[in-house]
């Protein structure tokens, strides 16, 4: 059996999108299969990760595709995608960003 490596993943820039909207319902830190920040490709969200992090790899922001779905679903979701969900998923605040427009290195 041959074992394919997955392809590297683009670098992506530090400096997020201008403005107040907020992107994503939930965030939740997570700890990522590779350790980078990555966000998983979920047939049913659209997530966005970011490099700010206490205890994990990675935030998520993430805002179902579809209007049942919920927290527990965005769990399971990232559980199959190999991600570790680090404690409860909380609900952004509406008109306000939940990161600044850049991150400092």
Excluded at 5 to 14: G, I, R, V
Excluded at 29 to 43: I, K, Q, S, W, Y
């Amino acid at each position: 059996m041959t074992c394919v490596p997955f392809p590297q993943m683009p670098a992506f820039s530090l400096s997020t999108p201008q403005g107040t909207a907020v992107f994503g319902h939930l965030l939740v830190e997570v700890v990522t299969p590779d350790g980078r920040v990555t966000a998983p490709l979920l047939p049913d969200w659209e997530l966005r990760a970011w490099p700010v992090a206490r205890l994990g790899d990675a935030t998520l922001e993430a805002r179902p595709r579809r209007p049942h779905l919920g927290a527990e679903d965005l769990a399971a979701d990232l559980c199959r995608a190999g991600y570790l969900p680090l404690g409860p998923l909380r609900a952004t605040r509406a008109g306000r960003s939940s990161f600044p427009s850049s991150v400092p290195t």
